[in-house]
């Protein structure tokens, strides 16, 4: 198809910039010298490690030369998402020419020992990854990990109505399961208050070693299949330079004026009907215009394009030196840049100025947009605890009003949202439905609820969308929240890790602001799944956050509904953080008023005085250690019937909100000095640690305490099923009855007694086993257990 836009001087100018957009990438992929070939190559002007990957780079550079003019044609407000891997040497080498790059990095300047350093840079040690990495500029997505740029172009897309993202889509990474269900968020889009998202889905063919699926359908069933994602696609297929530069042309002129249309006609006519978006199919060859046969194979358009074309090095045939001289003079780098390595202005004319360039978009910077959260006072919201251990009506029951009221004075800047996986009623946030609804835009039905083309929930039943749409959501500046069951936020750990080493990374890139920190809420938790039994039950997200860089990560466990509200409240106003609070949903007592609360989650750990019995002594004889709120109500109850039945001993309650308090402060920021540790948990004396996830884990952040080895935690152990609440505590042995019998085994002074007290705990279990069986619920005495307050008698009297 001819285009109107292409002028024949037009064309070659764009033909030539495609050209130099490609010399950058084959010298960043192999050269360290010589880089505008003044002389014949010699193995001193190349690298000795190759890590770099062609094979999807000229299609990229293809891409990004033809987004420049139409984002010039139309004043286009865009982002450029890079999803196939190791496309590093297109980006970095598109923002160069650009001139974004040497902006943000004033040595790697636009001259010849400008090249020099970029091309050295690239894949070497000391310099920059094949990705679309965080240090490279106008990039929200890494690419390392394939399979989210479609879900992050979305949620970069929310709310930011003028916004335009052309994701690229590798025909490899589109075998994965998030990008393929990543298609159906178009259903999620409102036209008339988000922007829009443009896929351009680039079929080459081939993955590392094998042809991808989609590039070996017919047309016809690869047309059909993404009509019935909703899409309206334009094909645009072919392998020489001039046809396809016509092509593509009008292809993206079709496509942006489809977005214009469907944007106007929902915005200025009210059109409700989900529109069908428009997207780019583009069809070339793997390694396009790289060499065609090196050793007597096929090269371009076959799987050997991947990853480094010729190997060049000291034990390789002479000739394949040669041959990489001849492909990078075949873009005749003379007519591209001149004596001084300088591109020449004819061409450097082509890309957009200022923030119109996608390596210099504010939108890729999102901590530059980023506007405070209009927070109400969480104090508000509180739980009355007249005194500890009254009953409440669920932790996160309560952190609801709290939420909806986020969502309502922020809907003027409409920069907070809420993600879940068809569990915002199910984790206790209903009251987010007072004030909002569920965005959703494709068909309704008369009895559906919350349902409305815009809203500040955003729910499908994909972990992974919820997570992509999140993050894409804070790169480009805003808040959130993702709610999830615990068990099953297992599904996005991978994705968590690269936003964990992103967030790792530009904490180190001053030009790169600080983003709003990506928060997690955990609710329908490993100890209450009831009637859902063994596949719910697994904490250990938590063990893998834990693995991350201390200044990114952030667990916390609030024992009651007060320390949630101050928990989230910390959460949603921090910065450039993974946050991960853990928190019930059922009826649970409440321990802590307001102000307590506010102060036990300042502080994060600390004696709970009230449940104690050891100010008149030396020393507790035994530390009852929790965290969580299962955990902390099985203390509890321990502790009332070691006060009942062994009066004498001296008693510490340590209760823990953040997690990391338990590493030393040269682990983590937030850890305990010694000193501190050592006066909460004691030198000597045993502690009984009841914790919320897998014991190991309290082991592993306290290894290097000194009373490290008096330490016995209780916590979960792969034992559930579908059972009372108490009994999974049980299973587990966690319940307060072992707890009872693990502080007497670690107590030899209680004698007698304390034998004939295991002796009728161990009777209590097989009671409530009995119990259980027949009844279905919970022994009343457990059911119906009420923290009693202090007793009165003191320790030795």
């Given at each position: 198809?001819?285009?109107?836009?292409?002028?024949?001087?037009?064309?070659?100018?764009?033909?030539?910039?495609?050209?130099?957009?490609?010399?950058?990438?084959?010298?960043?992929?192999?050269?360290?010298?010589?880089?505008?070939?003044?002389?014949?190559?010699?193995?001193?002007?190349?690298?000795?490690?190759?890590?770099?990957?062609?094979?999807?780079?000229?299609?990229?550079?293809?891409?990004?030369?033809?987004?420049?003019?139409?984002?010039?044609?139309?004043?286009?407000?865009?982002?450029?998402?890079?999803?196939?891997?190791?496309?590093?040497?297109?980006?970095?080498?598109?923002?160069?020419?650009?001139?974004?790059?040497?902006?943000?990095?004033?040595?790697?300047?636009?001259?010849?020992?400008?090249?020099?350093?970029?091309?050295?840079?690239?894949?070497?040690?000391?310099?920059?990854?094949?990705?679309?990495?965080?240090?490279?500029?106008?990039?929200?997505?890494?690419?390392?990990?394939?399979?989210?740029?479609?879900?992050?172009?979305?949620?970069?897309?929310?709310?930011?109505?003028?916004?335009?993202?052309?994701?690229?889509?590798?025909?490899?990474?589109?075998?994965?399961?998030?990008?393929?269900?990543?298609?159906?968020?178009?259903?999620?889009?409102?036209?008339?208050?988000?922007?829009?998202?443009?896929?351009?889905?680039?079929?080459?063919?081939?993955?590392?070693?094998?042809?991808?699926?989609?590039?070996?359908?017919?047309?016809?069933?690869?047309?059909?299949?993404?009509?019935?994602?909703?899409?309206?696609?334009?094909?645009?297929?072919?392998?020489?330079?001039?046809?396809?530069?016509?092509?593509?042309?009008?292809?993206?002129?079709?496509?942006?004026?489809?977005?214009?249309?469907?944007?106007?006609?929902?915005?200025?006519?009210?059109?409700?009907?989900?529109?069908?978006?428009?997207?780019?199919?583009?069809?070339?060859?793997?390694?396009?215009?790289?060499?065609?046969?090196?050793?007597?194979?096929?090269?371009?358009?076959?799987?050997?394009?991947?990853?480094?074309?010729?190997?060049?090095?000291?034990?390789?045939?002479?000739?394949?030196?040669?041959?990489?001289?001849?492909?990078?003079?075949?873009?005749?780098?003379?007519?591209?840049?001149?004596?001084?390595?300088?591109?020449?202005?004819?061409?450097?004319?082509?890309?957009?100025?200022?923030?119109?360039?996608?390596?210099?978009?504010?939108?890729?910077?999102?901590?530059?947009?980023?506007?405070?959260?209009?927070?109400?006072?969480?104090?508000?919201?509180?739980?009355?605890?007249?005194?500890?251990?009254?009953?409440?009506?669920?932790?996160?029951?309560?952190?609801?009003?709290?939420?909806?009221?986020?969502?309502?004075?922020?809907?003027?800047?409409?920069?907070?949202?809420?993600?879940?996986?068809?569990?915002?009623?199910?984790?206790?946030?209903?009251?987010?439905?007072?004030?909002?609804?569920?965005?959703?835009?494709?068909?309704?039905?008369?009895?559906?609820?919350?349902?409305?083309?815009?809203?500040?929930?955003?729910?499908?039943?994909?972990?992974?969308?919820?997570?992509?749409?999140?993050?894409?959501?804070?790169?480009?500046?805003?808040?959130?929240?993702?709610?999830?069951?615990?068990?099953?936020?297992?599904?996005?750990?991978?994705?968590?890790?690269?936003?964990?080493?992103?967030?790792?990374?530009?904490?180190?890139?001053?030009?790169?602001?600080?983003?709003?920190?990506?928060?997690?809420?955990?609710?329908?938790?490993?100890?209450?799944?009831?009637?859902?039994?063994?596949?719910?039950?697994?904490?250990?997200?938590?063990?893998?956050?834990?693995?991350?860089?201390?200044?990114?990560?952030?667990?916390?466990?609030?024992?009651?509904?007060?320390?949630?509200?101050?928990?989230?409240?910390?959460?949603?106003?921090?910065?450039?953080?993974?946050?991960?609070?853990?928190?019930?949903?059922?009826?649970?007592?409440?321990?802590?008023?307001?102000?307590?609360?506010?102060?036990?989650?300042?502080?994060?750990?600390?004696?709970?005085?009230?449940?104690?019995?050891?100010?008149?002594v030396a020393s507790p004889d035994v530390v009852m250690a929790c965290c969580g709120d299962v955990p902390t109500l099985e203390t509890l109850a321990a502790v009332s019937i070691l006060r009942e039945h062994l009066p004498e001993l001296a008693?510490?309650?340590?209760?823990?909100?953040?997690?990391?308090?338990?590493?030393?402060?040269?682990?983590?920021?937030?850890?305990?000095?010694?000193?501190?540790?050592?006066?909460?948990?004691?030198?000597?004396?045993?502690?009984?640690?009841?914790?919320?996830?897998?014991?190991?884990?309290?082991?592993?952040?306290?290894?290097?305490?000194?009373?490290?080895?008096?330490?016995?935690?209780?916590?979960?152990?792969?034992?559930?099923?579908?059972?009372?609440?108490?009994?999974?505590?049980?299973?587990?042995?966690?319940?307060?009855?072992?707890?009872?019998?693990?502080?007497?085994?670690?107590?030899?002074?209680?004698?007698?007694?304390?034998?004939?007290?295991?002796?009728?705990?161990?009777?209590?279990?097989?009671?409530?086993?009995?119990?259980?069986?027949?009844?279905?619920?919970?022994?009343?005495?457990?059911?119906?257990?009420?923290?009693?307050?202090?007793?009165?008698?003191?320790?030795?009297?």
């Amino acid at each position: 198809m001819k285009s109107p836009a292409l002028t024949p001087d037009l064309l070659q100018r764009m033909d030539a910039y495609w050209r130099a957009a490609n010399y950058l990438a084959v010298g960043q992929l192999y050269l360290c010298g010589n880089p505008l070939l003044k002389h014949p190559l010699t193995l001193a002007d190349v690298k000795h490690m190759l890590l770099g990957h062609w094979g999807t780079t000229p299609g990229q550079n293809f891409i990004y030369v033809h987004l420049n003019r139409v984002i010039k044609k139309y004043d286009l407000d865009m982002v450029y998402v890079s999803g196939p891997g190791h496309g590093g040497p297109a980006v970095v080498g598109n923002t160069y020419l650009e001139g974004t790059y040497s902006e943000i990095y004033p040595d790697i300047s636009r001259d010849e020992a400008g090249l020099q350093k970029l091309f050295k840079q690239f894949s070497f040690p000391g310099g920059i990854p094949s990705h679309a990495s965080p240090e490279c500029p106008g990039s929200i997505h890494e690419g390392g990990e394939l399979g989210y740029s479609l879900s992050h172009s979305f949620g970069a897309v929310l709310d930011n109505p003028e916004l335009i993202v052309a994701c690229v889509v590798g025909d490899g990474e589109a075998e994965t399961g998030p990008l393929a269900t990543a298609w159906h968020s178009n259903k999620f889009l409102d036209p008339a208050t988000d922007g829009a998202v443009l896929p351009i889905l680039h079929l080459n063919g081939y993955k590392i070693a094998n042809p991808t699926v989609l590039a070996r359908i017919s047309h016809e069933e690869l047309d059909q299949l993404l009509r019935g994602y909703g899409w309206s696609p334009i094909f645009v297929e072919g392998s020489e330079a001039a046809p396809m530069h016509e092509a593509m042309a009008s292809a993206l002129d079709l496509a942006v004026q489809k977005i214009k249309t469907i944007q106007r006609e929902a915005r200025q006519h009210g059109q409700r009907e989900r529109p069908r978006w428009p997207m780019i199919v583009l069809r070339s060859p793997k390694g396009w215009t790289g060499p065609k046969v090196v050793d007597g194979l096929p090269v371009e358009g076959t799987f050997r394009a991947h990853q480094v074309p010729i190997a060049v090095s000291a034990t390789t045939p002479p000739e394949h030196l040669r041959q990489l001289e001849d492909w990078l003079r075949s873009y005749r780098p003379e007519e591209l840049f001149d004596t001084h390595g300088r591109l020449r202005p004819e061409l450097a004319e082509l890309a957009p100025v200022g923030n119109r360039r996608m390596g210099a978009n504010p939108h890729a910077n999102g901590g530059s947009l980023l506007r405070e959260l209009r927070l109400p006072d969480f104090r508000n919201y509180a739980c009355e605890v007249p005194q500890p251990g009254v009953l409440g009506r669920g932790d996160t029951h309560v952190l609801g009003p709290f939420l909806r009221d986020v969502a309502v004075l922020n809907e003027t800047q409409r920069n907070f949202r809420v993600f879940g996986p068809d569990e915002t009623l199910s984790n206790g946030l209903e009251a987010m439905f007072d004030v909002t609804n569920r965005q959703w835009d494709a068909g309704t039905e008369a009895n559906d609820q919350y349902l409305a083309p815009s809203g500040r929930v955003m729910e499908m039943l994909s972990e992974h969308q919820c997570e992509g749409w999140l993050e894409g959501y804070l790169l480009t500046g805003r808040h959130g929240l993702f709610n999830c069951y615990e068990a099953f936020i297992h599904i996005v750990d991978s994705m968590f890790n690269q936003h964990a080493k992103w967030l790792k990374v530009t904490a180190g890139l001053p030009w790169r602001r600080k983003i709003a920190s990506l928060n997690y809420l955990l609710a329908s938790h490993v100890w209450r799944q009831d009637h859902n039994g063994f596949t719910h039950q697994d904490p250990g997200f938590i063990d893998h956050v834990v693995n991350k860089k201390a200044g990114v990560v952030r667990v916390y466990l609030p024992p009651d509904a007060n320390c949630l509200l101050s928990v989230m409240d910390h959460c949603l106003r921090s910065r450039h953080y993974v946050n991960v609070v853990v928190a019930g949903k059922h009826p649970a007592p409440q321990w802590l008023s307001m102000e307590a609360a506010v102060k036990h989650c300042s502080e994060g750990i600390g004696i709970w005085s009230w449940a104690s019995n050891d100010q008149h002594v030396a020393s507790p004889d035994v530390v009852m250690a929790c965290c969580g709120d299962v955990p902390t109500l099985e203390t509890l109850a321990a502790v009332s019937i070691l006060r009942e039945h062994l009066p004498e001993l001296a008693i510490r309650v340590v209760n823990v909100v953040d997690l990391m308090r338990l590493q030393p402060p040269s682990e983590h920021p937030h850890g305990l000095n010694d000193v501190d540790f050592d006066a909460l948990f004691t030198t000597d004396k045993p502690v009984i640690f009841a914790f919320h996830a897998y014991p190991w884990l309290i082991h592993r952040l306290t290894y290097r305490r000194r009373n490290h080895d008096n330490i016995h935690v209780r916590g979960y152990k792969e034992e559930g099923t579908v059972t009372t609440p108490f009994d999974m505590t049980v299973l587990n042995e966690l319940d307060r009855f072992h707890l009872v019998m693990d502080a007497i085994d670690r107590l030899p002074q209680t004698g007698d007694r304390g034998v004939y007290l295991k002796q009728k705990l161990r009777d209590k279990l097989i009671e409530h086993k009995q119990y259980i069986c027949q009844h279905g619920q919970d022994m009343p005495e457990v059911r119906e257990w009420t923290w009693q307050g202090s007793i009165e008698r003191r320790p030795g009297k």
